[in-house]
């Protein structure tokens, strides 16, 4: 298993359309093997979704895993949603799409490819999904709050779609030169110097 580098907004990477997987293609050891190394880029990040495109890999498989954690890492059962308790973790979407799509809800969003910045973004409030799983079988889940803004904004990503380009259009500029002005810092220096 590997850690793979994750490509910063604006990255024209993040900007392409990822393509879809055939069912053969899933079952390669280059597809099984991508969804691991997404999984441990993700968990090391550490961050809730995280999609091929900013692995810089223009195909359309996504892994995500929102449960909630104590801070030594361990999921917290008692605060599973009745959605989050039906799925089988963590999520790999393999082709995903969003069948149903209701309400609204706004949620404070951030990115492994704009880390730092993070803003009010808003998408739909329930989504159902379906997708292909490492075995090229097809499934459905259902999702609100955290999970379900989570699956539409990686979502977004295999569509050439950052959150960024959600926001209004003073909110996109402002982000947008404030990333030209302060760009990314890393993240262990950040660290090390919050807590001198
Ligand atoms: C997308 O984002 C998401 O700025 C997943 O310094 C985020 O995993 C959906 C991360 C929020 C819904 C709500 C961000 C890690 C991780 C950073 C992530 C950072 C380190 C973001
Ligand atoms: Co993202």
């Known amino acids: 298993m590997a850690t793979l580098k994750v490509y910063t907004y ?26 691991q190394n997404m999984l441990e880029t993700m968990y090391k990040a550490p961050g809730i979704g995280l999609a091929a495109n900013q692995v810089g890999v223009l195909k359309r498989i996504i892994v995500m895993d929102t ?3 104590t801070k030594e890492g361990e999921v917290i059962e008692e605060e599973l949603s009745e959605f ?25 969003e951030g990115c492994l490819s704009v ?3 993070y ?24 999702a609100d709050d955290l999970l379900g803004v989570c699956v539409q904004h ?22 947008r030169n404030k990333i030209k002005k302060y760009g990314y810092s890393d993240p262990v220096e950040e660290k090390s110097v919050s807590n001198s």
């Open 67 to 69: 449960r909630a954690r």
């Open 119 to 142: 803003e009010m973004v808003k998408r739909a409030g329930f989504v159902k999904v379906r997708a292909k799983n490492l075995k090229a079988e097809v499934f459905e889940f259902e």
């Open 84 to 108: 989050e308790k039906k799925i089988q973790w963590p999520l790999v979407l393999i082709n995903p799409e969003i069948i149903k799509k209701e309400g609204a809800i706004e949620y404070e």
């Open 154 to 175: 990686e979502i977004d990503h295999l569509n050439g779609v950052v959150f960024v380009e959600r926001l209004t259009p003073i909110k996109r500029t402002m982000i």
């Open 10 to 35: 604006p990255d024209p990477i993040l900007a392409k359309k990822a393509e879809t997987i055939s069912d053969q293609e899933i079952l390669s050891e280059e597809i099984q093997t991508l969804a």
């Open 115 to 117: 880390p730092g910045y």
